[in-house]
C-alpha cells in the first residue's frame, strides 16, 4: 500500500479530495492531510510520502517550492500539482522541474482518479524494476561465494590456473594476494555423533567456517572452502602483506607472527565450536607459507596429518613438520611424498569400488598393499591405510546400503571399531579384501535379475533415503545405469517417471510427519530432501493446493 498526501491552504478542497480517494475502489492507499506547505513538510520529515497532490498556488510556501523540499527526502514521490488556466504554464515549468503530472482545478473526479492510478502504476512500474535489480545483486552476492569455493578447491586439488589466480582472486571477490605466498589451516570434525542429515553437516561445517574466519581476520586475510564431507581448509596471508605500506618482500618475522597468531587462536575456535555447535574439531596448520602452485602438495601434506598417527585424537593442533622432519628433512620429504602418493591410489580405489570394476580394483589393491607392508614405520602408515581403506567401505556402504544377506557377511563393526595396530598386515589386507570380494559378488547377484527386481530395489532405496539427493543422475550412479536408459526403464515398467515417484514418496512422508509429529515445518522440508523450505513449500501447495501449515490445521 503506497501513501499519499493532499496539500491545499483550503481545508474544503483537501478534506473532498481524501474523501475521494478514501471511495474509490480501484486505490488502496494510506491517506495524510496538509493545509498548507509548512504542515506538509513535517509530515515528510517524519513519513515516506509515495504521492503527493499539492495545490501550485499557496501562501507562505509555493509548490514548487514544494517540490524541491520533497525531492530532498523522498526522490521517488510522484508530485502531481492541482492549477488554474492562469497557472498552466508555470504548472509545465514544474513538470520539466521533476513534477510527475497536472491537472486543472475545474476537471472531473474521473480525471483526478485516473492521474492518481497513473502515478500508482509509475511506483508500480519502478518498485518492479528495483526488486529486479536487487534480486539480480542477491543472485550475483550468492553465486560469488561458490565461485570463490570452486577457485579455491581446484587450487588446492592441483587443478586450478594458479599463473590467472590474481585476475579469478578479483573477479570472484577474494581479497588475497595471488602473487604471494598463503598460509594453509585445514580442520577436520572429529566426531560427527548423532548429526546424521546431510544438511545439517553442510551447515555445521559452515558455522565452523564463520567462527574460524571471525576470529582470526583481526590479524589476517582469510578465505575458506569445505573440502570433504568432514574437512575445511582455509587460505591466510598477514592483513600488512595488503596494505599500502608493504613494500618488497615481507619480512620473515611478520609471516613468523601470523603463524603463531593463527597457532594460539585454534583452542579458541575449538572451544566454540564446541560449546555453540556440539562438534569438536581438529586443525592442522602448514608450518611454511607456499606459493600457490604448491597449495596442492601443502593440501596433500596437511591431510595425511590427520590420517597419521599423529591425527588420530579429538580437538588436535598439528603442523606439517615435527622435530623428526626438522632432524632429517630429506626423509621427511620422501615419507610425506610416498603418504599422498598411497592416498590417491585409495582414492582410485573408490573409484573402481563404485563402478564395479573387479579386476581394476584387485589389482591396484594388490599395488597399495605391497607397498606399504614393508614400510619401515609400519605402525603410522598401517593407521593412515586402514582408516582410508575403511572410509571409502563406509562411504560405499551410505550410498549402497547392505541387505541383511550382505551385512550377515561382512564384519562391518571392524570399519570404525578395530585397533589397526592389533592387526598384522596380511590381516588387513585379508579384511579389506574380503570386504571388496563380497560387494563385487552382490553387485552381481543384484544386476543379473531381471527389470523388474531393480525398480523395485530403486524404489526401497527412494523410500528409504528420502531425505538424501534423489536426482536421476544419482539414482543412476546407484543401480550402475546410463541415467536416460533408466529413465526410459522406469517409465516402460511402472508407466510413470522417477520425478514422479520421488514426489510421491516424499510428499506422502511430509503428510505423515505433518500429521503424527510436532517438527517445524523447515525440519520437515529437510527430512525429505529439500535444503530450502521456501522449495518445499511451493511443491507442497502445487501437489495438493494448500501449504504445509494448512494441511497441519485441518
Known sequence: MYRMMVVDDLPIIVDRLVTLMDECKQLELEMYKAYSAFEAIDILKKIKIDIVLTDIKMPGMEGIELLHKIREYWPGCKVIFLTSYGEFHYAKAAISGGGFDFILKFESDEVIIKAILKAVSALDDEYATIKQLHEAQMQKRQAVPLLQEQVLYNLLLGKGEFRRSKEQFSQTGITLNGELPVYVLMGRVDDWAAITGTTDRKLLLYAARNVTEELLRVSVDIVSVTVEESRMACLLQPKAILSDEYKGEVADEVWERTFFFVYESIPSIQSICRDLLKVSFSFALGKQPVMLSQLSEMFDLLRSQFLSQAGAGKELRLTNRTASDTDNPTAATAKHKMQSFVIKKIELLAHYLKNGKNEEFDRLFEEIMVDTSHESVSGFLKLEVYHSFASIFSSYFRLHPPDSALSARIELGKLTQANPEDLSWEEIKTYFSAIANQIFAHKGEVEKPGKE???????????????????????????????????????????????????VCRLEKSKELLKNTHYKIYEIAEKVGYDSVLSFIRFFKKQINMTPQEYRNL
Open 453 to 503: 527386481n531393480i525398480i523395485l530395489w530403486l524404489n526401497d532405496f527412494i523410500e528409504k533415503h528420502i531425505e538424501e539427493d534423489l536426482s536421476l543422475t544419482r539414482l543412476a550412479e546407484i543401480v550402475h545405469l546410463n541415467p536416460v536408459y533408466l529413465s526410459r526403464l522406469y517409465i516402460q515398467e511402472t508407466g510413470i517417471g522417477i520425478s514422479d515417484y520421488v514426489n
